[in-house]
């Protein structure tokens, strides 16, 4: 099944900041994890929830990076740096380490995203929830 951006707008990828690809990345792991947790199981949305909440939370993600960094191609892990070492502003519930992790993760997913690169965002995903 091939899948396509959902507005599939242009944009010009080079133009956009770490920050702004975390942006969308977050949303794209948001939604991931989402049909991830539904398609697992049918339960009550305070279930569901909880265990989203679990699985996008700065720490979650952090681990979410160790287990796919070795997989991660030479751009990707630029990419993924270029977020990690995003100014940010001291997270209130996370340790800094794992909010630079985080934030440099949801920047990879975006920039997957916004490339057009949806096959591989599944591969990168499956590794994580596995």
Do not use: W
């Amino acid at each position: 099944m091939n899948m396509e951006r959902l507005l599939n707008k242009p944009c010009n990828i080079k133009d956009y900041s770490p920050k702004s690809l975390a942006f969308i990345g977050d949303g794209v792991f948001d939604l991931l994890v989402r049909e991830l947790l539904v398609c697992e199981a049918n339960c009550p949305l305070s279930v569901l929830n909880k265990q989203k909440v679990n699985m996008v939370c700065c720490k979650a993600q952090a681990e979410s990076y160790l287990k796919i960094s070795s997989l991660l191609t030479e751009e990707e892990e630029t990419v993924y740096k270029r977020g990690r070492n995003a100014n940010i502003i001291k997270p209130k519930n996370a340790s800094l380490a794992d909010y630079h992790s985080a934030t440099g993760l949801e920047c990879l997913f975006g920039y997957l995203y916004l490339t057009d690169r949806i096959e591989r965002i599944r591969e990168l995903f499956k590794v994580i929830s596995e």
